[in-house]
């Protein structure tokens, strides 16, 4: 099976063109798990299917590494968008994109030589209430924003986002004192998230620049998570700490992303998209 390897800000998945290639639906999750294996795959956060699409030009499909599908990927958007575009899936530089989340719209930005290094893709508008994270609870409130969340013991404040797929961001001091081994895998799979959860520290510096580090529900730690620099920022409107129409530098492990949240409320997010290589795979019969 031929795969191509990209990422976005070291965040890399396994991307499959299904309009070329097949995978039984069955074999999907199994799938991803070899392909993300670094020992006995290639090696990645997880696999993401290029796909046709009834409603929009193309449909994106994303397994995080442990085998778990997620609805939304904010990395691998940029990275299908850039796909598409160079391969001739598509022949705009503004076109919709299929996820399991619903529907947004990419535009690309090739240079002179018609290389596609950024692109911008617009999330949508992000799901607050508390059922649409989903998030169990007691509290009457319908927002998550600022509640706090018993983690061993140990009581942590969380803002609840979802751009798709859930997010619980926690502002901190300092980033680079975050708990993130200790806390984020208790939080992936707190009690109150059924869905599991994507964990996001964040230290406010100004109104237009956060610092940022994720756990991701079904990997773990990644350089970076676009969904959640998106959710980060989301909070950060919530919390106080910054308006919606300003964009914001967000500081991931591997690189920056800008992010914008609307007044008429949609997300947008701008990055980088790039190749690593491209092979051909051995998959189990
Ligand atoms: N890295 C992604 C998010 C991938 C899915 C996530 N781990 C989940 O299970 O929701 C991004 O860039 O948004």
């Known amino acids: 099976m031929n795969f191509t390897k990209m990422h976005g800000l070291g965040n890399s998945y396994i991307y499959i063109n299904m309009f070329e290639e097949n995978i039984p639906e069955e074999k999907l999750a199994e799938t991803a798990i070899h392909l993300a294996d670094p020992n ?31 609805k939304n990927c904010g990395n691998g958007l940029r990275c299908v968008a850039k796909y598409s575009f160079d391969k001739g899936l598509v022949h705009q530089s503004q076109f919709s994109i299929e996820t399991l989340g619903g529907p947004v719209q990419a535009t690309v930005y090739p240079d002179e030589q018609g290389m596609v290094q950024n692109v911008t893709i617009n999330m949508g508008q992000p799901q607050l209430k508390r059922s649409q994270i989903p998030m169990v609870g007691t509290q009457r409130h319908d927002q998550v924003v600022g509640e706090q969340l018993d983690i061993s013991g140990e009581m942590v404040e969380i803002t609840a986002v979802s751009m798709g797929n859930p997010h619980a961001v926690q502002f901190v001091e ?28 964040v230290e406010v510096v100004s109104p ?14 990644t350089q970076a998570c676009g969904t959640g620099a998106c959710a980060a920022v989301v909070a950060s409107v919530l919390n106080g700490y910054s308006e919606q129409d300003v964009e ?22 701008t990055g980088p998209a790039e190749y690593i290589c491209t092979g051909a795979v051995y998959t189990h019969s």
Do not use: Q, Y
Not at 209 to 221: A, N, P, Q, S
């Open 40 to 70: 006995r795959g290639i090696g990645a956060d997880g696999m993401i299917l290029i796909m046709p699409s009834s409603s929009c030009a193309v449909k994106m499909r994303v397994f995080n590494n442990d085998g778990s599908e997620a």
């Open 174 to 201: 300092s980033i680079e004192n975050a708990p993130i081994m200790a806390h984020g895998p208790l939080l992936e799979k707190h009690e109150a998230f059924p869905d599991w959860v994507n964990v996001e520290w």
């Open 208 to 221: 237009s620049e956060l610092h940022f580090r994720v756990w991701e529900r079904g990997t773990g730690v």
């Open 248 to 269: 914001v530098t967000v500081h991931l492990l591997g690189g920056d992303l800008t992010v914008t949240w609307l007044s008429e409320g949609n997300v947008i997010m």
